[in-house]
């Protein structure tokens, strides 16, 4: 299992990092700097997107995963029930939503037809996800990684050509980017739909629409198998994105503020798409694993070696290279204020990516309610730290929130998988780390704030210090020998 996960992870994590930067930093960064201050409402109003994300998933994308990993001649059963219970949810997420947004949070008319957009987005984001849990469900997690791409590489085809195509509609807006990502969204789920048709029959109408008294104990068999997903969707969105919408709500300039924390987030945004990828890997895996009795002690330590290695070498970079990043990301807007925000933010992808493995894993034994337990606590702990913070030192506030937050969410999922899976990380193990960790963040100062290298010279040497870090002290020459073998014994 551990050279299947290798194999496939540097696949997904190749073919992301070709497509996903190119649309952050070519289209959506391009957008910022086009529209400026706008931006900062774009980005509230697509973090209040997700507040009510728990109607428009109810978990049941997680659910189905782990379902279909183990029970995967179950799936043509399931299926059209599952579809159609998102299309109720779907209705709910974006009807209470927009009452939300317009009778409490107190958006103006002219902010909600933004919203409008933004949320029917979610739902088609929603429904790519649940049709992609059924193909790396079925084991075809190579076919699910180029998926995993298909949006964002339609996304970057539309609005570029809406950015440079001469289209005659004037300057470009925060209303027409977003119009251009559904129409991406859309093609995307169509093709995303032909291609699990391709894996698996399957019938789109459910039985109980034929009798709907018979298929009631049906949906609320789903509704209650789902709940508890659903609620770690809930509780993870929540402290996950309310800082941004705290920012905008707060403050009386609230939207010049959240434009900063926006320009800083997409960064660390960026970046968890590696913890992203980790997790939609290994909860089949996982599942398939803990279905057969199997221990998941090396897998689980071999992913989290690999993020660790992979979230202290970006995280060092960036806030080293900090300046730099944000003078090549927005020259026009550059200050001092973006920059050091985006320091105290980027360490934040530390935390994240460690909740991603140890969460997903706990996720894939279904022990969600320890799991909320912790969330719940990391929603009112974010709720406090940005009302303390957030008035007095705006956007950088916010950022040490996330921070603070994120560290306590990932060393409660690290104590939970020590307490049931019996992790115990000896002394040995804990010095790698700690070498490791003191290495790269004291390279990575000599680098640029020393030395004061540019970026294109710099960033090599610090991956290349990464990857000689990473083979000599986390011990990972005896296991990439042994991969190296494996791999030329199935050829």
């Known amino acids: 299992m551990n050279r299947e996960f290798i194999i496939n992870i540097l696949f997904l994590v190749f073919i992301n990092v070709l497509i996903k930067p190119a649309f952050i930093f070519g289209i959506d960064l391009t ?23 728990i109607l428009n998933d109810f978990g049941v994308q997680n659910f189905n995963n782990r379902h279909v990993s183990q029970h995967a001649h179950l799936l043509p059963k399931y299926f059209p029930n599952l579809l159609a219970l998102k299309g109720i949810l779907a209705v709910l997420y974006f009807s209470l939503s927009a009452g939300l947004a317009f009778f409490v949070a107190g958006y103006s ?30 084991g075809h997690f ?93 509780l993870m969105s929540a402290y996950t994105r309310l800082d941004g919408i705290l920012l905008e709500r707060i403050l009386p300039d609230g ?42 002690k090396p897998l689980a330590g ?17 806030y080293f290279a900090r300046q730099d990043l944000i003078e090549l990301m927005m020259p026009a807007r550059a200050s001092a204020y973006r920059w050091e925000t985006l320091g105290v933010l980027i360490w934040a ?18 022990r969600l309610m320890q799991m909320n337990r912790f969330f719940l606590i ?26 603070g937050t994120q560290s306590f969410v990932a060393l409660s999922m690290v104590g939970l998988c020590m307490r049931y899976y019996g992790f115990r990380p000896g002394w040995s193990t804990a010095s790698r780390f700690l070498v490791f960790t003191g290495t790269q963040v004291l390279f990575s100062w000599l680098v640029f704030s020393y030395w004061n290298l540019h970026l294109l010279q710099g960033v090599p040497l610090v991956l290349v210090c990464s990857l000689v870090l990473l083979l000599s002290v986390m011990d990972f020459w005896r296991s990439g020998f042994a991969f190296a073998q494996a791999v030329l014994r199935r050829k």
């Open 109 to 138: 008319a002219e902010a909600l037809p933004l919203l409008l957009v933004l949320l029917g987005n979610q739902i088609l984001i929603q429904g790519i996800l649940f049709l992609r849990s059924n193909v790396s469900g079925l």
């Open 302 to 318: 071999l992913s989290f070696r690999l993020i660790w290695v992979g979230s202290i070498t970006l995280a060092a970079l960036v």
């Open 31 to 53: 957008v910022q700097n086009r529209v400026g201050a706008e931006y900062g409402l774009y980005f509230a109003l697509l973090n209040f997107s997700y507040v009510l994300q």
């Open 349 to 366: 992808f530390v935390p994240v990516s460690t909740t991603y493995i140890f969460s997903t894993l706990l996720t894939a034994d279904e």
């Open 255 to 296: 939207k010049m503020h959240a434009d900063v924390y926006a320009g800083a987030y997409r960064l660390l945004d960026a970046s968890n798409m590696m913890g992203y990828l980790f997790a939609s890997l290994l909860l089949p895996m996982f599942a398939r694993m803990l279905g057969k009795k199997e221990s998941v």
């Open 378 to 403: 990391g929603v009112g702990l974010d709720v406090v730290l940005n009302l303390i913070l957030v008035p007095r030192y705006q956007a950088w506030g916010a950022a040490w929130s996330t921070l």
């Open 142 to 234: 190579r076919t699910d990684s180029l998926l995993s791409v298909l949006d964002k590489f339609l996304m970057l085809l539309v609005c570029a050509v809406l950015l440079w195509g001469d289209l005659g509609l004037g300057p470009v807006t925060v209303m027409q980017f977003a119009l251009a990502q559904g129409l991406a969204l859309v093609f995307t789920l169509i093709i995303v739909f032909f291609v699990l048709r391709s894996k698996v029959q399957f019938s789109i109408v459910p039985g109980w629409l034929r009798n709907p008294r018979a298929g009631l104990p049906a949906m609320l068999f789903l509704l209650k198998k789902s709940f508890p997903y659903a609620l770690v969707v809930l």
